[in-house]
């Protein structure tokens, strides 16, 4: 992990005691709210419906166990005892209160964490794969450009008021699970012909209400190349970028009005300037920072009880078959931990819970965990035949719900029961999903599948990349809930298509279940997926089974 | 319920707590959304609103809100996000609906 050097504890601490004295300056009255109110989302400040939200970040979703505690310390004492981890990779507290916001900061400081640059027009905390530095399949790990990536736009005075906010995400594998292509800017580390390590720039990508897939800019960049490229692209984006229409400011909006080669042609004459003002500082830094994320001292050792318990012990073999993936070391396994117990919120975690599962780091994963942007707690690095002990304390712990790619394993961001932009609610929604499909006990008969649930058209939820997305709107003054179908968020980047008229509240578990139905009817076989059934039948015989009463064949 | 009026409110967030308020006839805070004053008059509203807005720094973002009177005078929320904000959220028993009333 990278290690905070004094320089930035020095900032971290800093910007908590700023904003200690911009709170006291707005509680005696002497900012406005209006005044206020840049400031505090500066600092990862909400107000939503019910309280104020404190986002904090965790940059490409990294955490040790020693900052999982510090977050459970947090929860118990100045908020309600949980903490949502959320589809940014990132943590929020629901009930601060504002005079106690500058005494959390300070807290996080502590274990070298903030909540800078969560929130407002400027590039937001960066996204990674979760499994970054531990999969099989990776080419390079990804982290210490993300962490790259961080130090370079952490306060960064040319680019704090951009248009609007900006989201950067890196991935270091062919399988896309930072969902690259709908960033503003998403990096892929590549090599060239001749073995040099480098990225695929892609940009414009984005969902909200005009979802975009990114486009590739560069198809090769040099590794020593990627700030001055960087620096190029937010340059050109913060100068022609609108800023006469919110709606309109994403870069993903100038890319389209633009044309991609009016937006290279801009990018490479203005990188053109920037190379030279990068003297080679920012590669000793990129060869610091890398020096951080060198692999762990995996232990050599038999697997042979993990083997005895697959064979003897169906729960665990049971977990194993969704909750594992291969990691680099063939002994070794990354575990995901679902935050998705039937029934439960996606994303939230007690603070019990989340003790456990820095326990679990410190003893059996080389002090490690990861949040996914799919709510979920990765344990990236634990050995094989360590796998039985950690499964039992989860399972004591109510954490080892064996769900993972499955239909309760959903996502979903806070929506109306928290969210002040919301226009419906999603959890209730998502946790009735889940229940249903558990208590038919077809979860794995239905095998991989995503639905993605948002609130409102801003898509936090990324409806938009869901096998089936769910986007809760208002209609005639109820909740109503449109489904999309065929969304993928992976390197099949696509955006899912509107499959009709909305469903109520009580109307909409039942329309998944439906929709579940035809799939299950008209599949291949067990091994046909949803989204490869969906590919090649189409949308007809799903959307017969959702609007059974307009008569579409079936 | 039966539907007596359709009425406004005014109301906001606590500037210290982030907590969901109501203004009251007296003219002060409430957390339960039965206290709210009813104002019957837009124009009224509208004025209220303004002062409130303009003079009391202890709430953030207030604003005019539809509310019911019930036949036996209780002042209920119409719109549903109006009515989620006067309770908590729906997927913990937290919030208002958990504090004693």
Partial sequence: MYNYTAFDKDFVATRAAQFRGQVQRRIDGSLTEDEFKPLRLMNGLYLLLHAYMLRVAIPYGTLSSRQMVALADIADTWDKGYAHFSTRQNVQFHWPKLQEVPDILDALATVDMHAIQTSGACIRSVTSDHFAGASADEMAD???????????????????????????????????????????????????????????????????????????????????????YLEAILQVYNQIGRRDNKYKARIKITLHEHGLEDIRARVEENFALQRSRFDGVDQDILARIESDFKPPAFKSAPITYFEEQLANNPIFRAFTKTNLHPHKN??????????????????????????VLAEIAARWSHDELRVSHEQNIILPHVHKNDLPAVHKVLLDAGLATANIGLISDLIACP???????????????????????????????????????????????????????????????????????????????????????????????????????????????????????????????????????????? | MTQKSASQIITANDLLSGEVVYFTKSGAWSLRHADAAIIDQPDHAERSLEEVTRNDASVVGPYLALARVGESQTVAPVHFRDAFRSIGPSNRFIGKQASPA
């Avoid at chain 1, 063939?330 to 003790?355: E, F, N, W």
């Avoid at chain 1, 929506?415 to 998502?430: E, S």
């Fill in chain 1, 330 to 355: 063939p002994d070794y396994s990354i575990v995901t931990v679902s935050l998705k117990a039937h029934g439960a919120t996606p994303g939230d975690a007690s603070s019990v819970q989340m003790r």
């Fill in chain 1, 142 to 228: 990804p982290r210490p450009t993300a962490e790259l990536v961080r130090q370079w736009s952490t306060d960064h005075p040319e680019f704090a008021f951009l248009p609007r906010k900006f989201k950067v995400a890196v991935t270091g594998s062919e399988h896309d699970r930072a969902v690259t292509k709908f960033h503003d800017i998403g990096l892929r580390l590549t090599q060239n012909e001749a073995g040099a390590p480098g990225y695929e720039v892609s940009v414009g990508g984005g969902l909200g209400r005009t979802p975009m897939i990114g486009r590739v800019l560069r198809s090769f960049l040099h590794q020593a190349e990627l700030l001055p």
């Fill in chain 1, 415 to 554: 929506g109306m029961d928290y969210c002040d932009l919301a226009t419906a609610r999603t959890t209730n929604v998502a946790q009735r999903i889940a229940q249903k499909f558990d208590a038919l006990k077809q979860e794995h008969t239905i095998g991989p599948i995503k639905i993605k649930i948002s609130g409102c058209i801003n898509a936090c939820g990324h409806h938009h990349v869901g096998h089936i997305g769910i986007l809760g709107l208002e209609k005639a003054g109820i909740e109503s809930y449109q489904i999309t179908l065929g969304g993928d968020g992976s390197q099949n980047a696509a955006i899912g298509k509107p499959a009709g008229k909305g469903f109520s509240s009580d109307e909409i578990v039942p329309a998944i279940e439906r929709l579940i139905g035809a799939y299950l009817d008209v599949r291949k076989d067990a091994s046909e997926d949803f989204l490869s059934t969906f590919h090649r039948v189409g949308p007809t015989p799903i959307k017969a089974a959702l609007y059974p009463q307009k008569g579409l064949p079936k």
